[in-house]
């Protein structure tokens, strides 16, 4: 079985990546959820997706530095507990800025 090339191993993630942007933010604009808040979301997610896209395919240079066969899981599931409590975090920056600001929506 032959393994990715650069290019692709760079360049499917983003592809991936952009479709779940388009998608995501279109529905987000077609039912008018425009919200600051789902804004943040919505670029968290983008970021997510696309983090745990380039641990797939940098899955065989995961597991050959690591010597764990399934290292890409583990990489993902750290990109994951990091990017869930960076938007916890803006979340709640964000939501104590409009409470001190009186910023209502």
């Given at each position: ?11 499917i993630p983003l592809l991936f990546a952009g479709i ?60 994951t507990a990091v990017i869930f409590a960076g938007c ?18």
């Amino acid at each position: 079985m032959m393994g990715l090339s650069l290019g692709e191993r760079l360049f499917i993630p983003l592809l991936f990546a952009g479709i779940y942007s388009i998608l995501a933010v279109g529905f987000m604009v077609s039912v008018g959820g425009r919200t600051p808040r789902l804004k943040i979301i919505a670029r968290y997610s983008i970021l997510l997706i696309l983090g745990i896209m380039y641990c797939m395919s940098w899955h065989e240079q995961l597991s050959a530095l690591t010597g764990w066969a399934n290292a890409w899981i583990g990489a993902a599931i750290i990109l994951t507990a990091v990017i869930f409590a960076g938007c916890k975090a803006t979340l709640s920056r964000r939501t104590h800025h409009d409470v001190a600001t009186g910023v209502k929506g």
